[in-house]
């Protein structure tokens, strides 16, 4: 089966932040998405911006918005501009939201408050004009629709994801049994719908980390597995695959993490150290994450491939991010030959 990849980054000085762009571009990554949390990190949209003008390829959009923070028809006209700035290349991916309402004081959203959302931002692109909240929205501008992807985690939202997104991103964990589940539920919501899973475009969440050594990336994973396993726990830990004899120390990783240092290299240690305090290193990464030398990441991919999980989104939070693109396109994706498929220049 064909793997696809993507890369998910948080914006940063202009200067570090494109030179991100530019090498998964090079390497040819189909998508790049952009965290939206206004409080830890530079604006989304300033960032694709910059993307869109500094690559040739790759698809780009946030990953994720959240309908908290954003009102629908701001979101449509900012990644329509994406888009037209990009030549067509932009998509836009929303979720229920984690540390942007949490940082100012907010709760994430109800499924209901997604449902009506995506139904907004659809119908805008359509038609011009849509109900939201009582109230009659418009947009009349946009002369391309641009796809929604829905990201879930829990079985609902994923149900949800899978009847209204035209693509959804999945954050629950990529162990066999926890991704098998998860296409199983996104199956029965694109039903709901009237379509098929083969209809939509599914990608899994997956914090990754890549090194000459296993040891050196299964360290610098720690951010990404802590702050992904901390949105998906952050919504209930019961009915969530956790062994018994873990389930308090996940509790404790949920009630310790600091938002107010989401995924900030250099800036994070504590919720950094906390998987290693906890002793839940070994499970997360088993259970969330790709992270290896080249040889060992390369066996993980094939793995998950032979699971279904053939469409991989990787959280990509190590300090140098440049090294770590380039030792994916140079040293992982020659020992998977013909199994990944790279996005062509435009």
Same mark, same amino acid.
């Given at each position: ?26 390497? !040819?990554?189909?998508?790049? %998405? +952009? ?58 991916? +929303? !979720? ?51 796809? +929604?992807?829905?990201?879930?985690? %829990? ?6 994801? *899978? ?7 999945? !954050? ?52 990404? @597995? @802590? ?7 952050? %919504?209930? +830990?019961?009915?969530? *695959? ?36 906890? *002793? ?27 699971? %279904? ?22 040293? @992982?994706?020659?020992?998977? *030959? ?9």
């Amino acid at each position: 089966m064909t793997t696809r990849f993507g890369f998910l980054f948080m914006p940063a000085p202009p200067q570090e932040y494109i030179s991100w762009i530019k090498e998964a571009d090079a390497i !040819g990554a189909e998508k790049i %998405g +952009i965290g939206d949390s206004q409080s830890l990190y530079r604006d989304v949209y300033v960032a694709l911006a910059l993307a869109a003008v500094n690559s040739k390829r790759i698809q780009i959009g946030p990953r994720v918005t959240n309908p908290i923070t954003r009102h629908p028809a701001v979101s449509a006209s900012a990644i329509a501009s994406i888009d037209e700035l990009s030549d067509g290349r932009a998509f836009f991916a +929303i !979720g229920t939201g984690h540390s942007a309402p949490l940082n100012i004081g907010m709760k994430p959203a109800k499924l209901a408050d997604m449902r009506e959302y995506v139904g907004c931002m659809r119908a805008l692109f359509q038609k011009g004009e849509a109900p939201y909240q009582g109230r009659t929205v418009r947009l009349t501008w946009p002369k391309r629709y641009v796809p +929604i992807y829905v990201a879930g985690s %829990g079985p609902k939202a994923l149900r949800l994801a *899978g009847e209204i997104g035209d693509g959804v991103v999945i !954050g629950c964990g990529i162990s066999r049994s926890v991704a098998q589940e998860a296409l199983s539920i996104v199956a029965e919501g694109a039903r709901a719908s009237g379509c098929e899973l083969k209809d939509l475009d599914v990608w899994f969440y997956i914090p990754s980390a890549f090194a000459e050594d296993t040891a050196t990336a299964q360290l610098e994973v720690r951010g990404s @597995v @802590v702050s992904g396993s901390h949105a998906y726990f952050y %919504g209930g +830990i019961e009915g969530r *695959g956790v062994p018994k004899h873990l389930v308090d120390k996940v509790r404790q990783l949920v009630e310790s993490y600091r938002v107010d240092q989401h995924i900030r290299p250099n800036q994070s240690q504590d919720n950094y150290d906390l998987i290693d305090k906890l *002793g839940l290193r070994e499970y997360l990464v088993d259970r969330f994450a790709i992270a290896g030398g080249p040889k060992d990441a390369a066996q993980r991919i094939r793995d998950l491939a032979s699971w %279904g999980v053939t469409n991989i989104w990787m959280s990509l939070h190590a300090p140098d991010k440049v090294r770590t693109v380039r030792v994916f396109g140079q040293k @992982v994706l020659p020992l998977l *030959g013909d199994q990944v498929k790279v996005a062509k220049e435009a």
